[in-house]
């Protein structure tokens, strides 16, 4: 679940950019704002769990790097903080992808716009539940 989070925009992203000529511009539309959509419900859960129960969690993915002294993992830290900011963060964006869906509508690269809308959204994500500060510098 806590991975969800930050993976649906990003697949959002790439399916609406690889797939978009595809399944048209309603579809594109649907399916990247279904995904930032489904990523701010997952969000209020995760509120839900970090607030009120008080479990925080950390999320390693991989040694990033080793060095002597310094080793850096590729990791998410979820506390109430990082989560109350996921769920700005995801609700906002869906806000303006409902709004760029209505605002955009006569230009025909909408479907594009929206991918790199689901991009921006998916890196912001990464930036607020970064373990440090290199995967934040990632973000």
């Not at 990247?32 to 997952?42: D, G, K, P």
């Not at 009120?52 to 080793?66: A, E, G, M, P, Y």
């Not at 998916?122 to 539940?129: E, N, S």
Request: glycine content about 6%.
């Amino acid at each position: 679940m806590y991975l969800c989070i930050l993976v649906l925009p990003f697949l959002s992203f790439f399916s609406t950019n690889l797939f978009g000529r595809f399944i048209g511009v309603s579809g594109s539309c649907c399916l990247s704002t279904a995904s930032i959509f489904c990523s701010f419900l997952l969000s209020f859960l995760m509120f839900y769990e970090s607030s009120i129960c008080s479990s925080f969690c950390t999320v390693t993915l991989c040694k990033w790097f080793h060095s002597e002294l310094f080793i850096s993992f590729w990791a998410f830290y979820f506390d109430s903080v990082s989560v109350v900011m996921l769920l700005v963060v995801s609700g906002v964006s869906m806000l303006v992808h409902f709004y760029s869906i209505e605002y955009m509508a006569a230009d025909e690269h909408q479907s594009r716009f929206l991918g790199y809308l689901s991009l921006f959204t998916g890196f912001m994500l990464i930036l607020v539940a970064a373990d440090n500060f290199i995967v934040m510098f990632f973000g």
